[in-house]
């Protein structure tokens, strides 16, 4: 019965997919995939997936990362520590904030309130939650209403402020698909994945994958991804995604609109004020600012900056080294929070 679910999950994500393509509704794939994977898992409860997907989805994701790093992006990379030092100083204080209003507006605790705010990887911020003595169900929640919020509202505003110069941004080199070095690239992420789950690294999966693909561009020989590849991965995250919005949840977040309200209004501070800063300060092109500053996971903002422009090299290393700093920074706050809250309770 299970298998049949995942079969059928797995055909309503393809035929939203396909809708929301045909539609040219900006991020389709990923888009029509959450939204219709949503609908069937609120209304009949029977969506599934793997126990293994997210995995999956992690490890395609981080090789496609990989396969755009050379030693020329690298180069460029060592540069941005400037750029990421203000993306950092921003969101840590809009996530003080935020924190507080939500804080002061519910009745939860300034605990939960901060780490249902913070722009950090969903899993690592909700178990911490948990360890910090937190709502980690409410922080969940907001985590899973972030992501989908990311994913609906940044394609929408990034096809309509990119320059035609951006949106067609790709690789100049015609490097042939050599689906062994995929595989190979792959196989090394998972295990470099699991050795450093093993040793307690934030986004093991993720990153041991990027880290597998850049070393094989750099030495062994650049690859390239099929072009359908993004397509079918968006379709994956939008999959995942659309599968965690359970009928439970759906009804939690309808007594978190507070919370909700104040994570949309993060959102469009951190892609059009943070990013305007950005692109003022280092003269970075719009969109790739907009990119840098969204407080999105991992997957969904290259995958969507895949699709539709920017500097995908720079995007994915200052998000990798935002979604590791915000999980450090947002533990060594709680206690400051915590006294912060007393004066002001």
């Not at 009804?251 to 951190?270: A, F």
Request: aromatic content about 10%.
């Amino acid at each position: 019965m299970q298998y049949f679910n995942i079969f059928l999950t797995l055909v309503i994500a393809a035929a939203g997919m396909y809708l929301f393509t045909k539609l040219k509704v900006p991020g389709g794939a990923m888009i029509g995939s959450m939204l219709m994977v949503a609908l069937f898992s609120i209304f009949t409860g029977r969506a599934a997936v793997f126990p293994w997907f997210k995995y999956f989805v992690q490890v395609c994701s981080g090789i496609l990362i990989g396969s755009k790093i050379n030693k020329e992006t690298l180069a460029r990379l060592k540069d941005l520590w400037k750029v990421f030092l203000v993306i950092i100083i921003m969101l840590v204080a809009e996530t003080a904030v935020f924190g507080i209003l939500y804080f002061k507006l519910t009745d939860f605790d300034i605990v939960s309130c901060m780490f249902s705010i913070a722009p950090g990887g969903m899993t690592d911020l909700t178990i911490l939650s948990a360890e910090f003595g937190a709502n980690s169900v409410v922080v969940g929640v907001m985590h899973v209403f972030r992501q989908i919020m990311i994913i609906m509202i940044l394609p929408t505003i990034a096809v309509r402020i990119a320059s035609p110069e951006e949106m067609i941004a790709g690789d100049s080199k015609r490097i042939p698909v050599r689906y062994q070095d995929i595989l190979i690239a792959g196989v090394c992420g998972a295990m470099i994945g699991l050795l450093f789950k093993r040793i307690g690294i934030s986004a093991p999966i993720m990153l041991g994958s990027i880290l597998s693909g850049t070393l094989f561009t750099i030495h062994v020989r650049e690859y390239r991804m099929p072009s359908f590849y993004s397509k079918i991965l968006m379709t994956c995250v939008g999959v995942y995604t659309g599968s965690m919005v359970t009928k439970t949840i759906a009804s939690s977040m309808t007594q978190m609109w507070i919370g909700m309200i104040l994570i949309i209004v993060l959102i469009l501070v951190t892609l059009f004020i943070n990013s305007r800063i950005i692109m003022k300060l280092f003269g970075l092109p719009v969109l790739t600012s907009m990119y840098l500053c969204a407080p999105g996971g991992l997957s969904e903002i290259t995958l969507l900056a895949e699709e539709t422009g920017g500097d995908l090299p720079t995007i994915a290393a200052i998000q990798t080294a935002r979604m590791l700093t915000v999980v450090i920074l947002i533990t060594g706050m709680v206690p400051f929070m915590e006294k912060l809250a007393e004066l002001i309770g």
